[in-house]
């Protein structure tokens, strides 16, 4: 520890915390039995009894950039044993949700998506972009594909002659694609501004605190670290040490590989509809609509077993940040099989309307990405990594 | 000891539990004159003052403080006492009251010597109440070599044979098989609830390993080995392979100042562990203390004292950091695991033996009397002055040491005599 250490309480973001799930901070009194009981917890200055007091006393900087917040998996064996019932592991969840917010620009947008009252107008902006979008689809058609055709380029991906239900002949593909792909590209610049911020805050707190045996960051062997957890994060190897909520772990496994299996499948037809020109809606009998539809039976099981698991939990504190990611999950999972169930029951406006529905849900993931608790796919990973290349023990 | 020449009073009062709280209500009370009635619910008075090897703040042996208030009991006669007695109810209004106690059977009347022949004819052994049920003891027994009265009982559950044996042993006709549960009742004007408390069951700390590990004990365990007329004839050792242990980790609230288990500070266990120290360096000097504490509650200058004097020691550490996981090591030794608050390092230690700095639970937590008393969410007796007539006293009130418990119980002396002269 620095000798030189001038403490620089912020009150506000001990308010922030205490509002963010982390309302029982205050009760904590340092026995440290959270450190011990915590399964994951280093051997070399563990978590969170410090997490705790630095955020009990204001100290952001010593939390914000401690990558230590993120190898909590709130799994809450230390909330279970807590003597004061001071919960660290929401006080930890807290300040991730702060964390977030404070490597996200535009920090607007990051406030505004962990704030309740915004929700509205969160849903709001897709809802009305989206519907934009289907206007011109359904009215403007000819008009679009005559400008397309300047360009020597097909308009329609959907039409079929008529006789089958597409859902880009209600939104063109041509006008999700020109969302999402910008949307998306914008999310990956957002993470990585906040990254190159956090990869050098979380060495810095490691070097004051004596967390690493690195005095120099490599980053090139910081990604050879990140990428040799990713079957530990895959496997959900620290997850499935946890006492207290085991049952998550597995829930949220499905999640993940329903997430990873759904963008595995919209990379390939993305290449399947723009680079072999072959549009959809694909046959049932292809394996990568296997792939998609079983991901979305894993995304559907896994974010209601967390809801219920959320429900049934006294001890643990869920606020908007929780809710709104669980919410959002449910939903994308929820309207994307029945958008493909309600097309292929032919009920044509039914489904497009359950499509339009869906993609709401997709901009909110995609806009969101960097902003909302989603975001700790991020962090997490890149914290394991550097614990990995760092030698924390 | 002015009791012959005392003033006559008027009115008369009942003391619940004769532990030293409840002895000093009744001999202040009576030694100014007053008629009390002390009921106290095991075979012998002296409560847990009389478990422990010495106590605080001289570190006197019990003997010390009870026998003297013995003396005084003997010498007055203003007092009732039964013993293996409980009250059942207390009915009526400050300045009249009407108490229900129940009686059981001693089967050995005031004409025992103690001379001990029962007890070598009895062959059926109990748990040993006095030691924790960490010995046994013969069906017929002495509760323990100061108890009071000195007078042997027969266990309830002695079978017949031996009980007839017991009997046939007795040269004094001491022995009646005959005696049966008795229910009295005694009017008296105030009631002192001096109930005090029981060891917290430390089972219920799961983490802590006790029950699960032979070699993790509690505090008071440790205070009966100390102690000459304990289990182990005052030899500390630990349970497994009765070693004389090397290493002794101590586990601070154990139970204590957790929400879990007892959400408030028990008040003595840092100074009994401090003290327990003190025992141990005593008789294996070469033992390693290691005391895990949250913060180390030594109130007062001369238990702050007593704190500085034992940092002295070279052999005594001490560690800021609850113990939070327990497990067992080779050899039945006990690995404890903690993290140095100070150095923010998670520190494993292996010792020969723990013990658990366990709290104090009120009596009368889980056996609630029938009586017009307010307890607090824990099981402490509130006490409302205003209306007086019934008082908490020592333990039953709070968790304290054996100097403030006794300063309270002079109090409450005082209070039930007021409540006599409204």
Redesign the interface.
């Known amino acids: 520890?620095s000798e030189k250490y001038l403490a620089q309480p912020d009150l506000d973001f001990i308010h922030e915390v205490i509002g963010l799930g982390g309302d029982t901070l205050k009760k904590c009194?340092?026995?440290?039995?959270?450190?011990?009981?915590c399964p994951i917890?280093?051997?070399?200055?563990?978590f969170p009894?410090?997490e705790m007091i630095a955020a009990s006393w204001g100290l952001k900087d010593k939390l914000i950039g401690n990558a230590d917040i993120w190898l909590c998996h709130e799994c809450g064996d230390c909330t279970t044993?807590?003597?004061?019932?001071a919960a660290p592991g929401d006080v930890m969840g807290a300040i991730r949700s702060i964390a977030i917010s404070e490597y996200a620009q535009p920090k607007v947008l990051a406030k505004a998506v962990n704030d309740r009252s915004q929700l509205p107008k969160l849903i709001a902006v897709p809802a009305i972009w989206l519907a934009l979008m289907a206007f011109i689809t359904v009215f403007m058609g000819d008009f679009m594909a005559k400008i397309f055709n300047v360009f020597g380029v097909h308009w329609y991906h959907g039409d079929h002659g008529g006789e089958v239900i597409a859902h880009a002949n209600f939104i063109s593909s041509w006008l999700v694609d020109a969302t999402f792909v910008p949307l998306l590209t914008a999310s990956l610049v957002v993470f990585a501004l906040g990254l190159k911020r956090f990869v050098s805050d979380i060495h810095e707190n490691a070097v004051l605190?004596g967390k690493t045996d690195k005095a120099e960051l490599n980053f090139k062997e910081l990604v050879m670290s990140t990428i040799r957890v990713i079957p530990t994060i895959l496997l959900h190897k620290k997850f499935n040490e946890c006492g207290e909520n085991n049952s998550r772990a597995t829930s949220h496994m499905m999640l993940l590989y329903g997430f990873v299996g759904c963008a595995i499948v919209t990379g390939i037809f993305f290449v399947v509809l723009y680079i072999f020109g072959i549009p959809g809606p694909y046959s049932q009998l292809n394996p990568v609509k296997w792939l998609g539809n079983v991901s979305g039976i894993l995304i559907i099981l896994g974010a209601t077993l967390l809801i219920k698991d959320r429900m049934a939990k006294k001890s643990e504190t869920s606020t908007f940040k929780d809710w709104y990611l669980l919410a959002l999950v449910a939903g994308l999972g929820i309207t994307g099989l029945l958008s493909e169930m309600t097309r292929l029951g032919g009920a044509k406006y039914l489904t497009y309307l359950v499509y339009y529905i869906h993609l709401i849900f997709v901009f909110n993931l995609f806009a969101f990405l960097p902003f909302s608790k989603m975001a700790h796919f991020v962090y997490r990973t890149v914290a394991l990594g550097y614990a990995e290349y760092a030698n924390r023990k | 000891m002015t009791i012959d020449n005392a003033a006559p009073a008027g009115g008369s009062i009942l003391v619940v539990g004769g532990g030293i709280s409840g002895l000093t209500t009744t001999l202040e009370a009576a030694e100014v004159g007053y008629e009390v009635f002390l009921v106290e619910k095991n075979p012998s008075l002296g409560g847990r003052v009389s478990q422990l090897n010495q106590y605080f703040p001289k570190l006197c042996p019990p003997t010390c403080g009870l026998e003297i208030n013995y003396r005084r009991l003997k010498d007055s006669k203003n007092i009732k006492v039964f013993t293996l007695a409980e009250v059942e109810k207390v009915e009526g209004a400050p300045g009249n009251y009407t108490a229900t106690i129940k009686i059981s059977p001693r089967y050995v009347n005031e004409h025992c010597t103690c001379c001990g022949e029962c007890e070598k004819v009895c062959e059926g052994e109990i748990d040993n109440e006095y030691n924790l049920g960490m010995n046994k003891s013969k069906a017929a027994y002495l509760p323990n070599n100061m108890a009071f009265p000195q007078r042997y009982v027969l266990s309830p559950s002695i079978n017949p044979e031996d009980a007839k044996k017991c009997a046939e042993a007795c040269k004094y006709g001491a022995i009646d098989l005959e005696m049966e549960a008795k229910i009295i009742t005694v009017n008296v004007g105030a009631v002192v609830w001096a109930t005090g408390w029981t060891p917290y069951d430390a089972t219920k700390i799961d983490?802590l390993g006790f029950g699960k590990y032979q070699n993790v004990v509690t505090n008071m365990m440790l205070e009966r080995m100390a102690a000459k007329n304990g289990p182990t004839a005052g030899k500390i050792m630990r349970p497994s392979d009765e070693k004389a242990p090397a290493t002794i980790a101590f586990a601070q609230?154990a139970g204590s100042?957790?929400?879990?288990?007892l959400s408030y500070c028990s008040y003595i266990c840092c100074m009994a562990s401090l003290k327990h120290a003190t025992y141990i360096r005593e008789q294996y000097p070469d033992a390693k203390i290691t005391i895990y504490y949250?913060d180390l509650r030594t109130p007062g200058y001369k238990y702050e004292k007593f704190y500085k004097q034992l940092k002295e020691d070279k052999n005594v550490f001490f560690v800021?950091?609850?113990?939070?996981?327990v497990s067992e090591a080779s050899n039945g030794n006990i690995t404890v695991?903690?993290?140095?608050?100070v150095t923010?390092?998670?520190k494993r230690e292996t010792v020969d033996m723990l013990v658990l700095a366990t709290g104090m639970a009120p009596s009368l937590a889980d056996n609630k009397p029938q009586a017009d008393l307010k307890f607090n969410a824990e099981g402490f007796i509130v006490n409302d002055f205003e209306k007086g007539g019934m008082f908490g006293a020592g333990c039953a009130n709070k968790p304290a040491d054996v100097v403030s418990s006794n300063q309270n119980a002079t109090g409450m002396a005082l209070k039930a005599i007021q409540s006599l002269r409204r």
Do not use: W, Y
């Open positions: 520890m009194f340092q026995c440290a039995t959270c450190s011990v009981a917890a280093p051997e070399n200055s563990p009894r410090k044993l807590c003597p004061r019932g605190n | 983490n609230c100042r957790d929400e879990n288990h949250i800021k950091g609850k113990v939070a996981e695991v903690a993290e140095d608050a923010g390092e998670k």
